[in-house]
């Protein structure tokens, strides 16, 4: 069994997706529980990779290779090192309480409902878990359709122009990407003489700058789409403010980590001489600080609660990609880590603004106002996810932003200032949308008897909030976990990094006493 | 050769203006007729360049046959009202620009190539009638086609029959 | 040893009281549904009574008993365990105790600005030196007293509990902030009191004012914040470090010179540390948050923003203090911001007329004296203001608080008076403060006071231009202290009759905790007499000797006492002289002849009716009315402050919002415009394409010749 | 006067023709006339083929020849047949009246 | 068997001769011995063993091929070649016959049209195709491209009494008839350049001459544009919507895909074959067709709000990707071809079958509005007509990504990064419309509460159609090793 681990990781969703088909659409209750037995069976198998993986080990674990298609070289390739093994537990634990959370959000469709986030989920994993492009690629793709149907079919009012739109754009990315694909692979067999898709195989490429940078290009549209990167960024709040709550914490913690993942596990590896190409960091460099700042400042402006959590994220996401392009150990790791950050507090902080939707069918921070009167709970466990999405000490946010801003600092000290005027008006919006939203009179007589938490609701917060609180206290077995995959990309991407001087064997700051 | 040539420019001709009253001719019935006289320049040529057999199926097959089946038709579907109605669509100016132009380019394109044709190679050494040659060129190399051409003629008749027929 | 080893402890214990309230405390203390606190209007027929007095008679269950016992009881296990470790401090050979409980920021290897690989981390590790321990028993002691006080304060308040767990929390991060051992870890206090600042502050957080009060106390800090984390990141790429042992190691070891000309990368350091403690002890021009930040209960105010979180800045400079002793230009600043703070900061009290905002903007100018000391290289001075400001600016609060109190919340002076025989306790004890703060010789402010006065003078980074600067604010602190004193407890009582009858006093839970302070305020000075009273034992300078294994600085000793006795007795002399002039002005204006100020008020009104603003006429009437025309710059400070300083906020928050919705605008017309441009040409160019599609099937046929004829065309024009 | 005919008389004897037919499917709205075209065009095929034929001195393009001319046989009368369903159903035999598909 | 017909020839006519055999016995059947309208479906029987039998002929050259280590066999002098690129296409050709006909028992009764010609013309049709996949004589792939030609004119028009079937019917004649004769006129052409019309003369004797001699031109020109008519592609598309719209839907779904395969096939052999020298010339001209009929196909489709119609713009657009792969013009373009036209039959077959199973009486099921609510009427038809969509737009897991993909490899690999852009960016442009229907079938209410059309032949149709376009999508490696076969290009 254990020899098979990512795959049952990866195709338990779908196993339990496809017992749910069977399942008769009247029974609606059944229907609900097993959706959430599935998730949970989601998570609870991925829980052995946190013991199973070796992070002094270098290079990929728990490997699985077979052949798949011989004639086009892809093969089922799926394995893990820390990079992934972090997103792969985001996943699996968000995926999970995604589908808990939605339990009274969902009233109609619900078969079909959950059919699809359990699609949603394998294709995701997947993502993360493929070595091999094309399988990769082809989890990428999977991953769109089910996310139209979450926004189209259980969205809001623009639902239809809000799925079609992320559809169509983040399909256009995709397919430039595939030709970018397609360049390494044919290159590949240029130089090698067979055709493969296997990551490690393509590392293997010694490709001129010129070709390199237009691979990037062409890989920088699909994952910039997706992240989003600045000027591609306008598919994201629609997307966002239309689709149902869980769709929104999967879209904003799972799927935009698609996206800097590319970055992470192709751009960087695949394109060491582009990725270090002046103008190339510098532009992307330029769009991260831009989107950071921007997001933020537009984040101030919403009157819509969805909004400006989506917009959040476009300055959160900001960092990762600043931190990825600072191109050193700790803004890549930080970024690493502001990734899983950005899952738990922005998906907290949706499931917020769902349980405010769904008490009031509202999304008008006008509309709101004292909350914290009425739901104490509520404003407590919205104060933590904003406290985390903030960046303050002791959450999570704060070891990915400050980690950030490091890997930054050591690339370009201005890039770091810049970037932390976004943690100033990161307080300021959430502080703000805290204050709009749960502070100050109950001015509305629609909220005065607006019911708190229940139990279920609660129990979808809870291991978030303790996640949160973990990373923020105790992040060093992220770092750890970290150290080895990060350490690889840098080595390949600037080789001569680390010969400036050896690295020292421990820790040059030991506990003393 | 002056009488080859002859005959040429003047089976041409027939040929032509065949063809050019095929397609101006108001009355369908008319049309037909021209098409006949076409058909027969065609013939004519056909005679000219010893093609004997083809001469044969041309009058037998299409002045005889598919003239008459062209006939039927006119009768059938009355076209009286419509030889009364505008003759030309809309678009005939461009069309005839369009043809001539693209007439032009073909003929410039033959001219240019026309090197490859300038001259007709003497006759082969006759080993037989031209019909026979025919037959055994036709059920030699071009028995395949020549069944198919069967399929394709039973195809058509059916395919004839099933629209033609009123009910069933 | 037993005691030091138990350091971690003392932040933990309060931090295991606040979990404990913030999670079950709600069980302890059920809140009657009918509590919400709805607007005006709003309010469903059922609840009816009013929004902000969520005062219920269920004040004193058993449960809230437990709260009460429970929450001071945590501060004071932490006081009992500081003092057992400070004492076992003082044993130790360096009197330092260093210890690290685990990595916490584990971080992957860099290379600082020299070339070498370090790595990015930080411990959780905690730092006993006398620095941070003088620091610990300040929290500990003064958070205690504040505690035991609020139990009475708070005692009919809603939200009991939540009070509590926010307060012990605010212990907790405080204690990390002066306890931790590098300067990351000082960050998680310093963002974790910030964060409690920001809750205790919208503690009435149903009151616009007060939610609107902790953001901007939050948002600014936050700018200080960005200016801390740049700092660090700039040390982390000068040390690779930003432990404080291996920074001073390595600032101590030579390597880095004196930056005495021009801006080096140590100056940038410390400017942007020093921009960090400009936002947390509220000095110019971040310093608007505090005197807002009165939206909060009185305890808070006194523990926050007055005895603890303000000081933490100058806590944090002294902490830095060798990396500020190397850039004399970046010291300079901080005097000089000091002193700007400090004066400013004392011209805008003298007109205030709410009771706690003239403490607040009290607080902020003792904390510019605090930098003042710090930028002229006194250290230990700062320290020693800080520690004996605790005592009496924490007693003020807490006895204005005392006063709100026994008026039912009446905050404003002009609706007090003659209230110290009603509340005669709370009476005395604000006297002892209003003499410490004045310095009054024998008082615990005159001792530092005037230290640091007679260091601006004569230290060699001092300037005669900041001492006459913070001489003219000891004079202005007399008098806005006194005047609040004589506004307050003297004079005919200016309430209306029916609350009147209803004024008392304090319960013991709330006095007890006055006269306590009150003794220190008196006393805590004799620890840190001037060198000047020879006369008494070295044991009476025991602060400074305390203090010396962390902030002495050998090289800069030696110009220490090259003035004159004389000089610094004359200074001693004027110094007191100029608090007494306050004082005696107060009397004279407030008490002897209150009838002067009416005049004033008619001789100098026009000046100001043609101002459109109602609310800036009265401020600068009051300020006629009260200081007359010699005080008139007060006035225009306090307009420069209410026009310029909070206009320039406002104006920046305008910016914001125009830049943002140039951002939308830009989103949705530029950036998707394009996008839909696209899918609209797309869709336009469908119409034309379908348009060919007449259905004449000659049409087809020609677009085939078409096709035919551009082939052609194609072939013959290459 | 006259030149000896060449293969390329024919050649372009043909395109002319061929020319013809075309104007005729273009321009003229009587679908009867249009299949009239049509066979036009197939005659000017049959044309270049004998002409080839004559030209290559042997007789497969006679052959091709049979073939256009079945073919074309065939269209016609499945054209026709066509045209007969359809004129019962539109009672017209314009071919700019039968555009009831378009766009 | 004599020296004009061989065994070799028997066995390479085989598959023809069952086809044609069973197409005219069904013809007969159905005037003698099953002439009651409920006897009709016997005549599918008789037809699914026509298939059956001409795919066992099929198999049988295929194992020959095999074993023998031949790349191909030619028989009727050279009129014939049987390799794996005719075996392959003639395996499409007949599973699509075989699906229409299991569809159409159903759809004909509900249109009132239920002859048995129809099943005979089908396999007439087929044994046309099959002489244009295996056809290497000018002759016969002239004559089985009028074969399939007359047996569709006549399929299109199969609802008499059917405006529109009528209209499209004498359209579709009008300019078929019209573009062979531009055909035949190419062919004269090149029988003139090489005094023979066996393909493989022609080849030899236009490669001795230059790319861009006249004549060749004047071949390749008129060649094409009856080729290019055939295939549908811009601008001589024009008959392609308007013949699928009024064609039956059944027809229609047989027309987009094995027509379009057949003539794919031909235009292969043409271009690859005789026209191979003068690649230079056409290559350009290819990419600007392709190109342009990327864009008239999916941006026509746009706004369609007919399905047959906009799968008929659709097929359009797939045919300028499948002729990319002829601009590619290596062998992964070839086998793209391949690869795309196997995949595009399954998929673009099952799309027109859902279409077929939404025609009940008095309603259409063509328009947009019709399959409104698809998903609560039948989810089954619903889910089935995503993946067909799914896989014309090309997203993986569906057999449309391995098709699409081929494409994008080939072009690649022959550095037509532009076309590869342009083509790529077209991907999204089709998704916009694709959606449209997914959309309708998903969001939408119902429009009719009349449930669908059904009949064990449709849904065993479709299911064979869904299961192979996602069984392609997921595990190509068989399938592509078919193809693999069928590389004419060496």
Known sequence: MSEHLLSIVLFTPLAGMLILLLIPSGRTGLIRLWANIAGFAGFAVSLPLLWRFDKNASGFQLVERYEWIPSLGARYIVGIDGISLLLVMLTTLIGALAILSSWSAIQEKVKQYYAMFLLQQTGMLGVFLALDFFLFFVFWEVVLVPMYFIIGVWGGPRKLYAAIKFFLYTLAGSVLMLLGILTLYFQHFRQYGFYTFEIAELMKLDLPLGLQQWVFWAFFIGFAIKVPMFPFHTWLPDAHVEAPTAGSVILASILLKMGTYGFLRFSLPLLPKASIDPLIVKILVGLSLVAIIYGALVSLMQQDWKKLVAY?????????????????????????????????????????????????????????????????????????????????????????????????????????????????????????????????????????????????????????????????????????????????????????YFRKAPVPAAAPLEVLR | MWVDTFFFYLFALVTLAGGVLTVTRRNAVHSAMSLILSLIGVAGLFLLQRAEFLFAVQIVLYVGGIMVLFLFVIMLVNLDQAARMRQFSGQWWLALACVLAVAAQIVYVLSRGSGAFRFARPEPPARGGNVELVADVLFKQYLLPFELASVLLLAAIVGSVIMARKRI | MKFLELVWLIPLIPLAGAALMLVLGRLLDPQPPSEVAAAPGVAPAASGHGVAHRIGQHGHSAARSVISLLCPGTVFVSLLLSLGAVWELAALPGRTYEVVKFTWVAGLPFFTQSGALARFTADWGFLLDPLSSVMILVVTGVGFLIHVYSVGYMGHEGGYYRFFGYLNLFVFFM???????????????????????????????????AADAG???????????????????????????????????????????????????????????????????????????????????????ALIHAATMVTAGVYMVARSHLLFRLTPEASTVVAVIGAFTAILAASIALVQNDIKRVLAYSTVSQLGYMFMACGVGAYWVAIFHLYTHAFFKALLFLGSGSVIHALGGEQDM??????????????????????????????????????????????????????????????????????????????????????????????????????????????????????????????????EHWLAPTLSAPALRASEHAHEAATEWLLMGVSVAVALAGIGLARHLYLARPERVQALRQAAGPLYTVLANKWYVDEIYDAVFVNGLGKGGGSALARFDNRIVDGGVNGAGWMTRLTSTLSIWWDTWIVDGAVRLLSFLVKAASFPVRVLHTGSVQAYALVIVLGAAVLFTWYLVR | MLHPVTTTHYLVLSAALLAIGTIGVLARRNIVVILMAIELILNAVNINLIAFSRHLGHVHGQVFAIFVITVAVAEAAVGLGILIALFRTRATVQADEINLLKW | MSEFYTSVDHFALVPALMLALFGCAVLLFDFFVFPAPRQRKWLILFLALGIGFAALGLVRQYMFLSSEGLAEFTAFRGALTIDGFAIFFNGIFLAASLIVALVSYRYLEIEGEHHGEYYGLILLANCGMYFLATGTDLVTLFVGLELMAVCFYIMVGFLRFDKRSNEAAIKYLLLGAFSSGFLAYGFSVMYGLAGSTRLGDITAALAARSAWDPLVFLALATTAVGLFFKVSVVPFHMWAPDAYEGAPTTVTAY????????????????????????????????????????????????????????????????????????????????????????????????????????????????????????????????????????????????????????????????????LAAIAAAYVAVAIYYYFRIVRSMFVSEAADREPLASSFGLRLALGVTGLLTVAIGVYPEPWLALAQNSVLLR
């Open chain 1, 312 to 496: 959040s994220s476009v300055s959160h996401l900001g960092f990762c990609t600043l931190g990825i392009f600072a191109l050193n150990p700790n803004g890549l790791a930080g970024s690493v880590i502001q990734q899983i950050n950005h899952g738990i507090s922005t998906g907290m902080l949706f499931l917020i603004v769902g349980i405010a939707y769904e008490r009031r069918h509202t999304r008008e921070i006008a509309e709101y106002g004292g909350l914290a009167h009425v739901m104490p709970k509520y404003a407590t466990v919205f104060a933590i996810a904003m406290l985390s999405s903030a960046g303050l000490p002791l959450l999570n946010g704060f070891i990915g932003e400050f980690t950030i801003l490091q890997g930054a600092f050591e690339a370009n000290r201005v890039w770091a200032a810049l970037a932390a005027t976004g943690v100033i008006l990161g307080a300021a919006y959430l502080l703000w949308l805290y204050q709009r939203t749960m502070l100050g009179q109950v001015t509305n007589p629609k909220n005065l008897h607006l019911p708190d938490l229940n139990l279920r609701e609660l129990a979808v917060f809870l291991p978030l909030i303790a996640w949160a609180l973990w990373i923020g206290v105790y992040p060093k077995p992220y770092f750890e976990v970290l150290e080895k995959p990060v350490t690889q990309i840098v080595e390949r991407v600037r080789p001569d």
């Open chain 3, 175 to 209: 204690l990390m902030l002066v306890l931790a051992n590098n300067y990351l870890l000082m960050f998680v206090g310093w963002e974790g009191v910030g964060l409690c600042s920001y809750l205790l502050i919208g503690f009435y957080f149903h009151k616009k004012s």
């Open chain 3, 215 to 301: 953001k901007k106390a939050f948002v600014m800090n936050r700018v200080g914040d960005a200016g801390f984390i740049l700092g660090m990141l700039l040390m982390f790429s000068v040390f690779g470090s930003v432990r404080f042992r291996e920074v001073n190691e390595a600032l101590a070891s030579g390597r880095f010179a004196a930056e005495t000309a021009g801006l080096g990368v140590l100056s940038a350091i410390a400017l942007l540390l020093f921009l960090g403690a400009t936002g947390k002890s509220a000095q110019f021009p971040l310093y608007t948050w505090l005197p807002d930040a009165m939206e909060g209960p009185t305890p808070v105010s």
């Open chain 3, 414 to 543: 002009r609706r007090m008076g003659g209230l110290k025989d009603k509340i005669p306790v709370t009476y005395r004890t604000m006297v002892v403060g209003a003499l410490a703060i004045s310095g009054i010789p024998g008082f615990a402010g005159f001792f530092s006071k005037d230290e640091i006065l007679w260091q601006i003078y004569s230290s060699p980074h001092g300037s005669k231009v900041i001492y006459l600067v913070a001489l003219v604010t000891a004079g202005m602190t007399a008098f806005y202290m006194w005047r609040l004193i004589f506004m307050t407890f003297h004079g005919s009582p200016r309430t209306d009759p029916q609350t009147l009858a209803h004024v008392h006093e304090s319960p013991p839970v709330m006095t007890v905790p006055l006269v306590a302070l009150a003794v220190g305020s008196a006393l805590a000075g004799w620890i840190g007499v001037p060198k000047l009273w020879a006369f008494l034992p070295e044991s009476f300078r025991a602060f």
């Open chain 5, 255 to 418: 027309l987009s895909v094995a027509s379009k395969a057949a003539s794919f096939a031909f235009l292969v052999r043409i271009f690859l074959g005789p026209l191979i020298s003068a690649r230079e010339v056409w290559q350009p001209l290819l990419a600007a067709v392709a190109v342009a009929t990327l864009t008239v196909g999916n941006l026509a489709a746009v706004t369609q709000t007919n399905v047959k119609r906009l799968l008929a713009y659709s097929s359009i657009s797939h045919a300028g990707y499948v002729l990319l792969g002829l601009v590619a013009g290596n062998p992964t373009g070839i086998k793209g071809i391949a690869v795309y036209l196997l995949v595009y039959t399954f998929m673009n077959l099952g799309a027109f079958l859902v279409l077929v199973a939404l025609r009940r009486r008095d309603i259409l099921g063509e328009e947009l509005e019709d399959l409104s609510g698809l998903m609560h009427k039948s989810p089954v038809h619903a889910v089935l007509m995503l993946i067909f969509l799914l896989s014309l737009a090309g997203i993986p897991p569906t057999a449309g990504f391995i098709a699409k993909y081929y494409i994008f490899w080939a072009l690649i690999q022959a550095r037509e990064y532009v």
